[in-house]
């Protein structure tokens, strides 16, 4: 079972920017489209950005469009999530999620915590 670690979280103003990693280990990178989630306390978690395996397709939540950027680096078996705007609505643990459909697998990292507070 592969496994997916974020880091990069942090307390940051509103208005500020953050770059979330998602490091990969134990699968085939390639193979996988990668998400990223959020999750607000007492919410549901939600899908802010994703990005097929080649990155010849990218998708966000209508929320963080304009604002936010997904990448990927095969090479390096890594997932970026630039922030940049952020507003308190922001505030949310940010977790990784790897998945290769035709298989029916996905799995989770444990998540990076972001707050927006002045």
């Known amino acids: 079972q592969g496994q997916l670690v974020e880091s990069g979280g942090d307390l940051v103003q509103p208005g500020g920017s953050l770059r979330l990693l998602c490091e990969a280990s134990?699968?085939?990178?390639?193979?996988?489209?990668m998400s990223w989630y959020r999750q607000a306390p007492g919410t549901e978690r939600e899908f802010v950005a994703g990005?097929?395996?080649?990155?010849?397709?990218?998708k966000y939540a209508d929320s963080v469009k304009g604002r936010f950027t997904v990448s990927r680096d095969n090479a390096k078996h890594t997932t970026s999530l630039q922030m940049n705007a952020l507003s308190p609505a922001d505030t949310a643990v940010y977790f990784c999620?790897?998945?290769?459909?035709?298989?029916?697998?996905?799995?989770w990292g444990r998540g990076t915590q972001v707050i927006v507070s002045s």
């Open positions: 999620k790897a998945s290769e459909p035709k298989r029916g697998i996905e799995f």
């Open positions: 990005i097929t395996n080649t990155g010849s397709l990218i």
């Open positions: 134990g699968f085939t990178f390639s193979y996988y489209g």
